[in-house]
C-alpha cells in the first residue's frame, strides 16, 4: 500500500539544497512536460479512466491535478517574491478533482497549462540567486517553513509523486525519482 501512495517515496526535503541540486532539479522538471506527453498521448478514454489502488484518482483527475498545483506552486513562489511573511495558499484537492473539469475534460488543455508554467516556474527559479532562494513560507498544512528552495524540490517531487501514480494506474513500474548533480 505505501508504494502505491508513495510511488517515488514520501516527501523528505533536506534542510538545504546546493546550487548544483537545484540545478539538477531545473533539469528534471525541464523534461517533465516531455515525460507526461510521451506517457498520455493516445490513451483510451478506458485509460484515462484507470485508477492506480482502489479509491484513488483517475489518470484523468491526476493530469488536471499535476497542471492545477503546478499552477499554484507557480503562484506560491510569486506571492513568496513579493509578499512579507507569505503563507501558502491551500486548496481542497479531493474537491477540485471532484469537478466537471477534472472529471471529464479532455486532459490536452491541462497537459498545455503545465508545460507553459513549467516554463516560466524554470525561468523564474533560474533568475533567483542564492539569498532570494533562501526565503521562506509558512505551509499550514505541513505545518513547516518552506525556504524556496525546498518549494521548489516540493514541486518537482510532487510532479515525479503524479508521474509514478499514472505509471502504476497503466500498469508500469515507476520511474525512480532521481536528481543528479555533482554535489
Same mark, same amino acid.
Given at each position: 500500500m505505501?508504494?502505491?501512495? %508513495?510511488?517515488? &517515496? ?12 537545484i540545478l ?8 517533465a512536460? !516531455? /515525460?507526461?506527453?510521451?506517457?498520455l498521448t493516445?490513451?483510451s ?7 492506480y489502488?482502489?479509491?484513488s484518482?483517475?489518470?484523468r483527475?491526476l493530469?488536471? #491535478?499535476? $497542471?492545477?498545483i503546478h499552477? @499554484?506552486?507557480?503562484? /506560491? ?5 513579493t509578499?512579507?511573511? %507569505?503563507e ?5 484537492m479531493n474537491?477540485? $478533482?471532484a ?5 471529464? !475534460?479532455?486532459?490536452? &488543455?491541462?497537459? @498545455?497549462v503545465?508545460? &507553459?508554467?513549467?516554463? /516560466?516556474?524554470? %525561468?523564474?527559479?533560474n533568475?533567483?540567486?542564492e ?5 521562506t513560507?509558512?505551509h499550514p $498544512? /505541513?505545518?513547516?517553513?518552506?525556504s @524556496?528552495?525546498q518549494?521548489? %524540490?516540493m514541486a518537482?517531487? #510532487?510532479?515525479?509523486h503524479?508521474f509514478?501514480h499514472?505509471? @502504476? ?15
Amino acid at each position: 500500500m505505501e508504494h502505491q501512495q %508513495y510511488p517515488i &517515496g514520501r516527501f523528505q526535503p533536506k534542510s538545504d539544497y546546493t546550487r548544483p541540486e537545484i540545478l539538477a532539479l531545473l533539469q528534471w522538471l525541464e523534461q517533465a512536460p !516531455a /515525460r507526461y506527453e510521451e506517457l498520455l498521448t493516445c490513451l483510451s478514454e478506458t485509460d484515462l479512466a484507470q485508477t492506480y489502488r482502489p479509491g484513488s484518482w483517475t489518470v484523468r483527475q491526476l493530469t488536471h #491535478h499535476v $497542471a492545477d498545483i503546478h499552477s @499554484l506552486n507557480f503562484l /506560491r513562489f510569486k506571492k513568496a517574491l513579493t509578499e512579507l511573511n %507569505y503563507e501558502a495558499t491551500l486548496i481542497q484537492m479531493n474537491d477540485w $478533482a471532484a469537478l466537471p473539469d477534472s472529471e471529464q !475534460a479532455p486532459i490536452q &488543455g491541462s497537459l @498545455l497549462v503545465f508545460k &507553459g508554467v513549467n516554463q /516560466r516556474l524554470i %525561468y523564474l527559479v533560474n533568475g533567483l540567486d542564492e539569498s532570494t532562494l533562501g526565503k521562506t513560507i509558512y505551509h499550514p $498544512a /505541513r505545518q513547516i517553513n518552506l525556504s @524556496l528552495k525546498q518549494l521548489f %524540490y516540493m514541486a518537482t517531487w #510532487h510532479v515525479a509523486h503524479h508521474f509514478g501514480h499514472i505509471e @502504476l494506474a497503466l500498469g508500469k513500474q515507476p520511474q525512480e525519482f532521481k536528481v543528479n548533480s555533482d554535489s
